[in-house]
Every structure is written in C-alpha cells, then in structure tokens.
C-alpha cells in the first residue's frame, strides 16, 4: 500500500502523521530517526521499478527508520535501518521516501 501525502495541506495521512511534516529520507541527519510516511510518485518506468523495490524491501509507511552511517568521502551511500534490517541506499533512492523525523 502506498500513501501519498497530500500537497502542503497539513492534512493528516492515513498513520497520523501530516505532509508538512516531511523531509527525504537523504536529508535525514546521521543517527536520526524518522517514521516513513510515503514514497513519492515515480515519473517513469526507471523510478517505478526503485520505489516497487523500496517497498518489497520494507520502505512502507508507518515503519521506523534510522540512518546509521555516510559513506565517505562525498556521503554516499547511506547506511539505512528499516524495521530489523539494514540496507545501503545510494542518495538519490532515498529521496524517494518521505519521512517525519523523531522529535529530539
């Protein structure tokens, strides 16, 4: 299932969570956590085939993220933790999963 949020609305989503609220994955800060909210609409056949692939692999709203590294030098890839598993993720994939950070 895949929810999209609604444009600069400020209405809720179906998890609770609200479209302003998000930021990309790839801007996360390292060791931030976030909550997954949606993965955004892909434009062509490429990006359709990535965001079916960050689904299958656990990017689903609702589910918890965390970046726990960058790679050096240029901060790519980024090491992500989705649920129980790990998954390196260059950052151009990651910007396709919109989440909202945790309150620190």
């Given at each position: 299932?895949?929810?999209?949020?609604?444009?600069?609305?400020?209405?809720?989503?179906?998890?609770?969570?609200?479209?302003?609220?998000?930021?990309?994955?790839?801007?996360?800060?390292?060791?931030?956590?976030?909550?997954?909210?949606?993965?955004?609409?892909?434009?062509?056949?490429?990006?359709?085939?990535?965001?079916?692939?960050?689904m299958e692999?656990?990017?689903?709203?609702?589910?918890?993220?965390?970046?726990?590294?960058?790679?050096?030098?240029?901060?790519?890839?980024?090491?992500?933790?989705?649920?129980?598993?790990?998954?390196?993720?260059?950052?151009?994939?990651?910007?396709?999963?919109?989440?909202?950070?945790?309150?620190?």
């Open positions: 299932m895949r929810v999209q949020p609604q444009e600069s609305s400020g209405q809720p989503l179906s998890s609770g969570l609200t479209a302003s609220a998000a930021i990309a994955l790839d801007t996360l800060g390292r060791r931030q956590e976030g909550v997954v909210i949606a993965l955004k609409p892909a434009s062509d056949e490429r990006e359709k085939e990535l965001v079916l692939r960050l692999i656990g990017f689903l709203p609702g589910e918890q993220v965390r970046v726990l590294a960058t790679g050096f030098p240029g901060a790519d890839p980024l090491a992500i933790r989705v649920g129980q598993a790990t998954f390196a993720l260059r950052r151009d994939e990651a910007a396709f999963v919109l989440v909202q950070p945790a309150k620190t």
